[in-house]
Nanobody, 112 residues
């Protein structure tokens, strides 16, 4: 069974940092790109960052560029999203996606 489990969310003040993790199982992790997405209240889910199978190609949304860093550890079947200089507008449920499968999400709340 393909499974993605996000963790690392929480409440943080504006300007703070969080590191999200996405642990994958049930498929050959090394073969797939992994993306981080977020869904804020009342808004559509949007892609935040994506990494190719070997970290060779990385995408960041304009809002994430310069503040967020996506990385993956293929030995641990885990993808990370380091988020720095967080803003209240970063408040959302963050999801990872691989092979069209979504995790359950982890809530990030940034207070002003």
């Amino acid at each position: 069974e393909v499974q993605l489990v996000e963790s690392g969310g929480g409440l943080v003040q504006a300007g703070g940092s969080l590191r999200l993790s996405c642990a994958a199982s049930g498929f050959i992790f090394d073969d797939y790109s992994i993306g981080w997405y977020r869904e804020a209240p009342g808004k559509e889910r949007e892609e935040v960052a994506c990494t190719s199978s070997d970290n060779g190609i990385i995408y960041y949304s304009p809002s994430a560029k310069g503040r967020f860093t996506i990385s993956r550890d293929n030995a641990k079947n885990t993808v990370y999203l380091q988020m720095n200089s967080l803003k209240p507008e970063d408040t959302a449920v963050y999801y990872c996606n691989a092979r069209g499968i979504w995790g359950q999400g982890t809530l990030v709340t940034v207070s002003s």
